[in-house]
């Protein structure tokens, strides 16, 4: 391989990265201001999403919003269902919803205070 081609393949290489830092950043970025806009639908400004969701009581959830929250993925949350393991859900519509009071005793009831707790 000549020092040509070799230049050409990194620049190539620099260009995917910077277009893939690119879409990163602009991902992070629309999820921060989904966060934003969801902390201050529920009254609570700031970034603390979960904060947000202790303080209102009767706002429904998407998937999406409660995936972030927790910080899992939606297929995680399919599988919670169907195991019955996560946050309670309502069907409304034929959308599956979340209470924000659900999620948060979700979250409080998964609290530990020692690394070696016995389990239920």
């Known amino acids: 391989m000549t020092a ?13 990265a ?9 991902a992070v ?12 639908s529920v009254g609570q ?6 904060a947000a ?6 706002a429904l959830l998407t998937g999406d919003d409660v995936a972030g929250i927790l910080r899992v993925s939606k297929a995680t949350l399919a599988r919670w269902r169907v195991l019955g393991t996560g946050p ?5 519509q ?5 209470r924000a009071e659900t999620v948060e005793k979700f979250v409080t009831s998964k609290e530990r205070t020692k690394t070696r707790e016995a389990r239920p």
């Open 4 to 16: 040509t081609e070799i230049a050409r393949d990194l620049q190539i290489a620099a260009t995917g």
């Open 53 to 58: 969701v202790a303080g209102s009581g009767d």
């Open 29 to 40: 970025a629309d999820l921060t201001a989904k966060a934003e806009a969801f902390a201050l």
């Open 18 to 26: 910077r277009r893939a830092l690119a879409a990163a950043e602009k």
């Open 94 to 98: 034929g959308r599956i919803l979340y």
């Open 45 to 50: 400004p700031g970034d603390a999403a979960l």
């Open 88 to 92: 309670g859900y309502v069907k409304k």
